[in-house]
């Protein structure tokens, strides 16, 4: 398992003063490029290689949102790798070791030269010392989301610079961010899911596709020809 110790930043949370689902993201992300970098296995060793670790899908529950200033634990730790694929999971907890938020994530090893997804080799894998850590008790969903067929389209949404990462297309939190902004305001979600499709870059358009049923919203991001970029499923609750 690998961690780091944060506290809640002003710059972090929202309008009610706790970590926004963005920052959750954000910090899952940070923890898992942390450990790679210490590891040697990070940005540099990847580029060098002409390899990448791309996101396939995320599940993510909120427990509770850590407040403006809380002191929070961050990990992570990868739990299998089979073919192209590994499995990692996260926790955010408060300093008494309760969880704040508990993550589930699926990954895909990539050729960055050939464009093709490659299966992942033991020389790729071996420093994170897999089967150390037992996989996170958790209801599991699956990875796949499913597509209701009612929608409500929106306008379409640019892509912009501020949405790329340093793979040049948009970055996991950021499709999450594009989908809350058709939501209604207010919502507090307590469950996320994302299945990410294609790699949307600068100067793509994505058109949300939003369904609503239960409470869940489910918001698919297209590209101008109806095929899904992400598709992101979201579970609202009261507020606490």
Sequence with gaps: MYSFDSRVRYSEV???????????????????????????????YLTKKHRAWLLSSWQIIVDRYPKLGERIVVSTWPYAFKGIYGYRNFTIQDPEGNYLVRANSNWFFFDTESGCPVRVGEEDVAAYGIGQEEKLPMDYAPRRI???????????????????????????????????????????????????????????????????????????????????????????????
Excluded at 21 to 40: A, K, M, P, R
Excluded at 162 to 181: F, S
Excluded at 210 to 235: F, H, M, N, Q
């Design 14 to 44: 929202d309008e009610d003063r706790k970590l926004s689902l963005t920052g959750v993201i954000n910090y899952l992300q940070d923890c898992s490029t942390f450990q790679s970098e210490d590891l040697n296995q990070g940005i540099d």
């Design 146 to 240: 499913p597509l209701p067929a009612e929608y409500e389209e929106y306008p379409v949404i640019a892509v912009a610079a501020h949405h790329i990462d340093t793979n040049h297309h948009v970055n996991n939190a950021q499709y999450v961010e594009i989908a809350r902004e058709v939501l209604p305001a207010g919502l507090c979600i307590r469950e996320l899911r994302v299945e990410y499709k294609k790699a949307a870059v600068l100067g793509d358009n994505m058109i949300p596709r939003v369904s609503v049923e239960a409470g869940c919203y489910t918001v698919a991001l297209c590209d101008t020809e109806g095929k899904p970029y992400a598709i992101v499923w979201l579970r609202s609750y009261c507020s606490e």
